[in-house]
């Protein structure tokens, strides 16, 4: 039995209206068993316009819910962009930080996911720091070095009872949205590196209870063989976690 409690998350991406979101998560309260969200982590990220919805129909049913971006100041002249604060005021737990594409669409840099990181923090924030490698940097054999710097300039700054609320999601680019998953171990390999970063930035206690994700075209078909393996501890779900069914199987297999 792990130390490290599984963790089942949903991103929704720019889909579902707050009309839309309200029936999806009734969905999954109703599919769910009360007594799996003790044994398991479940955490929606909607967009925005659909947070308050959420923690409506989700309000006591032991499901939490976050969102997929934050600015990291705290307010001002900052137009289209939401707050720390916003978020915690409508009861988000969680935050997704560094998602590939924030990093690929909006030129997110690793400096700029860890000002967000910190702030999060600060803010009582949980961050689900998203890192991961393009096609063409696995091909050339960069993997392990580009999430390795992923990892290090993300945390940087960032102290050793902060990281008990970090989560770390690791996402392959040419895996996200592609229907090509990485195979169990390749994601374990990865994995297995992202706690030796996190024993050479931190210590071998800290990279053993920080909980590391696995996303990019998880399915219901293959989470289970992903979240068997020693060092994945669950996953971030894009596409299927649109789907009641197959977001309720997913978290059922992290058992
Ligand atoms: C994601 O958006 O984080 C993701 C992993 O998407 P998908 O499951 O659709 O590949």
Same mark, same amino acid.
């Given at each position: 039995m792990s130390l490290r409690k599984k963790f089942v998350a949903g991103?929704?991406? !720019?889909?579902?209206?707050f009309i839309e979101s309200s029936e999806l998560c009734k969905n999954i309260k109703q599919g769910l068993d009360k007594k799996l969200t003790s044994d398991v982590d479940v955490v929606v990220f909607p967009p925005f316009t659909s947070i308050y919805t959420v923690s409506e129909v989700f309000r006591d049913s032991g499901i939490m819910y976050g969102a997929q971006n934050m600015s990291?100041?705290?307010?001002?002249? !900052?137009?289209?962009e939401i707050s720390a604060s916003m978020l915690s005021a409508l009861g988000c737990e969680y935050v997704i930080l560094g998602h590939s594409e924030r990093r690929q669409y909006?030129?997110?840099t690793n400096q700029i996911v860890n000002l967000k990181t910190a702030k999060a923090l600060s803010s009582g924030l949980k961050p689900v720091l998203c890192v991961g490698e393009t096609l063409e940097q696995r091909e050339q054999g960069l993997h392990v070095k580009v999430v390795d710097e992923q990892i290090t300039l993300c945390l940087k700054g960032v102290c050793a009872v902060d990281m008990e609320n970090v989560i770390v999601a690791y996402e392959p680019v040419w895996a996200i949205g592609t229907g090509k998953t990485a195979s169990p171990e390749q994601a374990e390999e990865m994995h297995r590196q992202i706690r030796n970063s996190l024993e050479n930035l931190f210590s071998a206690t800290i990279a053993g209870r920080t909980r590391i994700l696995y996303g990019g075209s998880v399915t219901d078909k293959n989470a289970g063989e992903l979240f068997s !393996?020693?060092?994945?501890?669950?996953g971030l779900i894009?596409?299927?976690?649109?789907?009641h069914e197959a977001f309720i199987q997913i978290i059922n297999s992290a058992l």
């Open positions: 991103n929704w991406k !720019m889909n579902k209206t990291y100041k705290d307010d001002g002249a !900052m137009t289209g909006f030129h997110e !393996m020693n060092n994945i501890d669950g894009g596409g299927a976690s649109l789907k």
